[in-house]
């Protein structure tokens, strides 16, 4: 009788129509496949329930989280390898009504049913978050943002380390350290936005307060600091008054549409518009500029896709929707450029960052692996999974230009044309 691996290697070549790039481990322990490659660890039958129930990258986020399907060795290797099989396939073959058309491909999937056991779906893992009807109302964004960020502030702790950033860091060396390159990256953004004492900013999605905190120690502006996040802000207001900043930082729970102390000097958007959603960016965009004095700046830095050629065929990203950044989108940076100008901003510098974001991604991904079984601890073995698994598969998107990181600088410039902007660009260094 065929050991499993081999079997399970020869049907899903059967359906895919091309040989497998990783090696397969089966339940029974036997291998097949290339003996150099990592290897994709099928644990259990269960993980082909999740495969054939829910095909694409949904199931295999789902066989992965709940520890069903693992990969032992590199794994980065593996997910480019597999990264690769798909977009060489194209995405087309993503359809399985598609590739069914095939007889070999029929009879492949009633192989792998027939080792995969009991016809019943798996439940999917706790940590899977179900889609919600109404995107980005004020209610639901406040549970998506307390999926993401209230894990715990002493997981975020090992992750980010001591700068508890999370966002993407400015290097000037690869070999640095991501302390100094996420100090860089506060103070390249209080540059840009020209902070002097006096004047006043709005941190937009404040996190745990590193940006505030720079901005009112090294720039001696006042900052009030916005976000949803309750574990965050307590967290935030603890450095603060550490920090002896109490009398110039003020953190809030609160949604920026609710703001109403304006005018500001200057707006601080930093990884916060992902989670604005692309209906509602215009009106996010109006919100800032009308919070802004005339000739107040802002920096918005923020993750985008690639632009598609039939924009109404985008889908959000699976596995990030369920596990990640429930209701998050991504914008093309035309898009977002576009947006901020419709509001009445005038756009004034856009800088990609995107090989920056890979190496911070790398950065994270080694800080989780190096303190795992306290990770695990911390919150439960299936979320630490879950962020092992995005930031790796992020990280292999940022260096693929696949997605990308912009920071754009935009004035609202007064009726008089007067941008207070430097003749030349780029002075900030």
């Not at 020209?194 to 502006?221: Q, T």
Request: glycine fraction near 8%.
């Amino acid at each position: 009788m065929q050991d499993a691996a081999l079997r399970l290697k020869t049907l899903l070549e059967q359906l895919l129509g091309v040989p497998l790039p990783v090696r397969l481990r089966a339940w029974d322990g036997s291998e097949a496949g290339p003996p150099s490659a990592p290897a994709l660890v099928v644990r259990n039958r269960r993980a082909l329930r999740r495969l054939l129930w829910k095909p694409g990258e949904l199931g295999l986020a789902r066989a992965w989280v709940a520890g069903d399907l693992t990969v032992d060795g590199d794994l980065y290797t593996a997910l480019d390898q597999m990264e690769g099989l798909v977009w060489e396939r194209g995405e087309d073959a993503r359809s399985l009504a598609q590739t069914l058309r095939d007889p070999e491909a029929r009879a492949a999937v009633r192989g792998l049913l027939m080792m995969a056991g009991p016809p019943l779906p798996p439940a999917p893992p706790h940590e899977e978050v179900r889609r919600r009807t109404h995107l980005h109302t004020k209610r639901t964004d406040r549970r998506a943002i307390s999926h993401h960020y209230d894990v715990g502030n002493d997981f975020y702790e090992i992750v980010l380390g001591p700068s508890m950033v999370y966002s993407c860091a400015y290097w000037a060396s690869p070999d640095g350290t991501l302390e100094d390159a996420q100090r860089d990256k506060l103070e390249l953004i209080c540059r840009k936005l020209d902070l002097k004492p006096g004047l006043r900013l709005l941190d937009v999605g404040c996190g745990w307060g590193s940006m505030a905190i720079h901005a009112a120690r090294e720039h001696g502006v006042s900052v009030v600091g916005v976000t949803l996040s309750h574990e965050q802000a307590a967290y935030a207001r603890k450095r603060v008054a550490d920090e002896g900043l109490t009398d110039r930082v003020e953190i809030r729970v609160q949604d920026y549409r609710d703001v109403a102390d304006g005018p500001y000097d200057a707006i601080s958007s930093i990884g916060m518009a992902e989670h604005v959603g692309s209906e509602q960016y215009l009106e996010y965009a109006r919100t800032l500029i009308t919070l802004l004095k005339p000739g107040g700046r802002l920096l918005n830095h923020q993750i985008g896709r690639r632009p598609r050629r039939d924009e109404s065929a985008y889908e959000v990203d699976e596995f990030i929707d369920a596990y990640v950044f429930p209701d998050g989108e991504l914008a093309p940076i035309g898009s977002t450029v576009t947006q901020l100008e419709s509001a009445g901003f005038e756009v004034r510098d856009v800088e990609s960052i995107r090989e920056h974001y890979a190496l911070t991604l790398r950065r994270w991904v080694a800080n989780l692996e190096a303190d795992w079984p306290r990770a695990v601890r911390l919150t439960s073995p299936g979320r630490a999974r879950v962020w092992r698994l995005y930031m790796a598969a992020s990280a292999l998107a940022f260096e693929r230009n696949r997605i990308g990181v912009n920071q754009v600088l935009a004035v609202k410039t007064p009726e008089s044309g007067a941008s207070g902007m430097p003749l030349r660009a780029r002075t900030w260094g």
